[in-house]
């Protein structure tokens, strides 16, 4: 199976505090993406991240990608209640036109 | 610009029925994918058009099938119900920068 796999499954932590979840794959990726998903809804794209590229920011998101560890990571820094929800990677290939996405992680912001 | 609509947001059918999901990519985007997801499983992809043609199509049985029609729209039809078919489908259109997703369709099979 191409499908990443988010760590960790769920995380809980304080309001203000920094939250980061990690992404393995295992194939070789075109791009990196994550998405964020409130329950029962649908995906919000957040970022997307180029082979090519090792580090990028959006507001309070950095993702990072290292390739030869086949691997991501998504760091939220001074966390709000607002960012409580579940967020997934998702990998996209030179080869075909399909986004594999991971098993998510469960992010619960405490206020 | 519209987002993904997808329509219905909730549907309850029997086991054995058929269902119909429709979903409305934003416009100018030809591309449109749909996923199932369920708690067990996660986002599993069912298939992706692109200009009416099936492009891609995951593993699932051939009681899931789909359709895009010339203004992009796509539909996907589910026959011979079962409970395992219980899930959020999802919709996404795409452009070179990712998926936009619906906020789907809650099928619950009783």
């Known amino acids: 199976s191409q499908q990443g796999e988010e760590d960790p499954q769920a995380l809980s932590i304080q309001e203000g505090e920094n939250a980061t979840m990690n992404c393995s794959y295992k194939?070789?990726?075109?791009?990196l993406q994550w998405y964020r998903q409130n329950s029962g809804r649908g995906l919000v794209h957040l970022i997307l991240?180029?082979?090519?590229?090792r580090e990028k920011h959006s507001g309070r998101l950095r993702v990072t990608l290292d390739t030869s560890k086949k691997s991501s990571s998504l760091l939220i820094t001074a966390s709000r209640a607002a960012d409580t929800a579940s967020y997934f990677c998702?990998?996209?290939?030179?080869?075909?036109?399909?986004?594999?996405f991971g098993t998510g992680t469960s992010l619960t912001v405490i206020p | 610009k519209a987002g993904v609509t997808q329509t219905p947001r909730y549907l309850i059918k029997t086991r054995g029925q058929q269902v119909t999901l429709s979903c409305s990519p934003i416009?100018?985007?030809?591309?449109v994918s749909w996923y199932q997801q369920t708690p067990g499983q996660g986002l599993q992809f069912l298939f992706e058009?692109?200009?009416?043609?099936?492009?891609n199509k995951g593993n699932f049985p051939g009681r899931f099938s789909g359709r895009q029609f010339s203004n992009s729209r796509s539909e996907m039809n589910v026959s011979t119900l079962e409970l395992g078919d219980s899930a959020l489908y999802l919709c996404?259109?795409?452009?070179?920068?990712?998926?936009?997703f619906g906020s789907g369709t809650r099928l619950t099979v009783v």
């Open positions: 996404a259109s795409r452009d070179s920068y990712g998926y936009t």
């Open positions: 194939t070789s990726i075109n791009n």
């Open positions: 991240i180029r082979s090519n590229e």
């Open positions: 998702a990998t996209g290939t030179n080869t075909g036109n399909q986004f594999y």
């Open positions: 416009s100018g985007h030809r591309s």
């Open positions: 058009y692109f200009s009416e043609t099936q492009r």
